[in-house]
């Protein structure tokens, strides 16, 4: 669609991609599962009211876990990019 060659874009990503951006990625996908896995918990443990009840808790998780991951992640680069020495 661009009309860039694959060849230049892969020897590009491949000159400029660095260990410590990989490592980042997983670090924090494993930290936003965390979330989301102990808020989805937690909000269908609480959930009472039948299938109403399910819907405000499925609600309710979401928008947590939503808001969990947007403020942890910016803690998380934080501490990421101290440890890489920005």
């Not at 874009?9 to 494993?30: E, F, H, I, P």
């Not at 609600?59 to 803690?75: G, M, P």
């Not at 501490?79 to 890489?84: G, H, I, N, P, R």
Request: glycine share 12%; net charge negative.
């Amino acid at each position: 669609e661009f009309n860039v060659d694959y060849h230049l874009y892969l020897n590009t990503v491949l000159q400029n991609l660095r260990l410590a951006d990989l490592l980042s990625g997983l670090v924090k996908t494993v930290f936003f599962g965390f979330i989301i896995g102990i808020v989805g918990c937690y909000e269908g443990l609480e959930t009472r009211g039948g299938t109403e009840g399910l819907g405000r808790a499925t609600t309710a998780a979401v928008v947590t876990s939503a808001i969990l991951i947007l403020i942890s992640d910016f803690f998380l680069t934080k501490f990421l990019w101290w440890m890489e020495g920005w």
